[in-house]
Structure formats: structure tokens, C-alpha cells
């Protein structure tokens, strides 16, 4: 199954959800940053939910997320642009814990610390908002940031399940959030249904597609009005890099030289290397 997402509105648009399904990028993505298990599981839910979170979005706005609980694992950013294309890193993904068969992604995260969500709508200012971590699970913590930071009462289900060869099976996820004059009874009814779900993990490892998971959700109540692809890129190029290099000082571009016949860059998102001789270096001093 092809990672996509699924936008709907439910119980005569009083409710927005949003479904996806990431099982091949998450797995792109340990591949890359080399994630041990319960790493990848964390590294797959925040993924997940930025991807989502970019869809609330559009045109050329981007989003980073970063979270940091104190936990062994360390930070774990993630950027996401508003058309479902999405990179991130790990600061720590050589880290495994797990509790009673499953991945401990709370333990692994910690709970000393927050969620920040930077948000470029490509307006005058760039702005950040935040909000404690709760239990470093994850989901639970992007429902408590919706509901602190953005005032929308929201649940999110977010899951990734790995098998003994450390390769990512099954992930994806959902945001439902309510609007402004929905009714007790559809909050009671949503949250019923909810409840009686098993985790996502499971249900996208049995082939249930974002489609299935909101009409869980709804039980029918509901119209479909997008899809998007979903795709795990770096947006990263040797020009970046040169225009990186640009803005050192004289000084520290000559201790690069002395330093190193050749030196090499790696991308601290999709790893790929980049290699600038001693030449280079010299002419980008000259052209800076």
C-alpha cells in the first residue's frame, strides 16, 4: 500500500479528521537514520503527526516539530511542508527499551520536557508555540499541544509496529479535531467509537487504509474531500551546502584548509555526503 492521506468531515461538518497511512517512509526513514526498535517507533509517530499536521496547512507553509523529554533518545525534529513531503533526525536512534513485549517509546522519549511546533506560514513572522510533554508516548502529547497551545480539543492515535528483523511493518494515524457548535452527543459518540478501536498499529498492519480507520471513527457519518501522497524527502543540495560554508567567516573557512586536504558535509536528515577540496574551499572565501 502507497503512503497517503485521507481528509474528511464528519457529523454535518462539525468534525475534521485526517488519516494516514506511512508505513513505507517510516521505514525509509529508519533506514536511513539506522533506528533501533523503539527508536523507530518514536521517530514513526512524530512523523506521522507532522506529516498530518502539515496537511492542516497549505501552499508553501512548513512546519518543524521538535521534542525533547530528557529521555535517551534526545531530540527528534521533524520538518514537513504542507504537500506531504517530510524529513527528520534522531539525535540518539541507537536507543531500545521496552516493557511488558512492547516498545517503551515514553521511557525512551521522557516526559522532562516540551513539544515545539515553528510554524512558517510565509506571513512577516516565523512563530513558535509549545507545551509540556505528558507521558512521551507521543499521540497523547500532540492532544495535550492542540488543546494548550492551539485551543482545539482534538485526539490523536498515532502507531508503528516492528518486527524481529527491526523493519517497520506498519505505521500510521490519525487527528480528528471538533469545531466550534458540535454537540454532546457526537463528542459521546466519538468517543465510544473510539475506544472500541484496536491500536492503528494493528489495524494498518491487517490492511486497513485511512478510509477504514475514519469510518471506524464515524461509523458512516462522514464525506471524503482529499487524498495526498505522502513521501519521506530531504530537500538537501551541494549549493545548500556551499551557501552554508558562505556565511563562515574568513577565519574559520582557513582552519577548514589547514584543517583538511578535503573535507565532507553529511546531511544530518537523509545522510548523503558531501565532499569540498581544499580548492573549493578557497574560492568560496573569494566569492563570499
Not at 4 to 9: D, Q
Not at 149 to 171: D, K, M, R, T
Not at 193 to 213: G, Q, T
Amino acid at each position: 500500500m502507497n503512503d497517503y492521506l485521507i481528509k474528511a468531515y464528519a457529523f454535518d461538518g462539525t468534525v475534521r479528521i485526517y488519516a494516514a497511512t506511512t508505513t513505507n517512509l517510516v521505514e525509509e526513514a529508519r533506514k536511513i537514520h539506522d533506528t533501533y526498535p523503539a527508536a523507530s517507533a518514536a521517530f514513526g509517530r512524530v512523523l506521522t503527526a507532522s506529516l498530518i499536521m502539515g496537511a492542516m496547512y497549505k501552499g508553501e507553509q512548513t512546519l518543524t516539530i521538535r521534542i525533547d523529554g530528557g529521555g535517551p533518545i534526545g531530540k527528534i525534529i521533524a520538518s514537513v511542508n504542507a504537500n506531504g513531503v517530510v524529513k527528520g533526525l534522531v539525535e540518539n536512534p541507537h536507543v531500545h527499551m521496552s516493557s511488558n513485549d512492547k516498545l517503551a517509546v515514553g521511557m525512551i522519549v521522557g516526559t522532562n520536557g516540551f513539544i515545539h511546533v515553528t510554524k512558517d506560514l510565509k506571513v512577516r513572522d516565523i512563530f513558535t508555540s509549545s507545551a509540556e510533554l505528558q507521558t512521551g508516548e507521543i499521540a497523547d502529547d500532540f492532544t495535550y499541544y492542540f488543546a494548550k497551545s492551539e485551543q482545539i480539543p482534538s485526539s490523536v492515535g498515532l502507531g508503528v509496529l516492528v518486527n524481529e528483523n527491526n523493519e517497520v511493518f506498519a505505521s500510521g494515524g490519525f487527528i480528528l479535531q471538533v469545531m466550534p457548535g458540535v454537540k454532546e452527543e457526537t463528542i459521546a459518540k466519538i468517543e465510544t467509537n473510539i475506544s472500541s478501536m484496536r491500536p492503528i498499529s494493528e489495524l494498518i498492519n491487517d490492511k486497513y487504509k485511512p478510509e477504514d480507520i475514519i469510518n471506524l471513527i464515524t461509523q458512516g457519518d462522514h464525506q471524503f474531500v482529499e487524498e495526498m501522497p505522502l513521501k519521506y524527502q530531504c530537500d538537501c543540495s551541494r549549493d545548500r551546502f556551499v551557501n552554508g560554508l558562505s556565511t563562515l567567516d574568513g577565519k574559520e573557512i582557513d582552519s577548514l584548509i589547514v584543517e583538511n586536504e578535503e573535507i565532507e558535509i553529511v546531511c544530518e536528515f537523509c545522510k548523503t555526503k558531501y565532499t569540498f577540496s581544499a580548492e573549493e574551499l578557497k574560492n568560496i572565501k573569494v566569492n563570499k
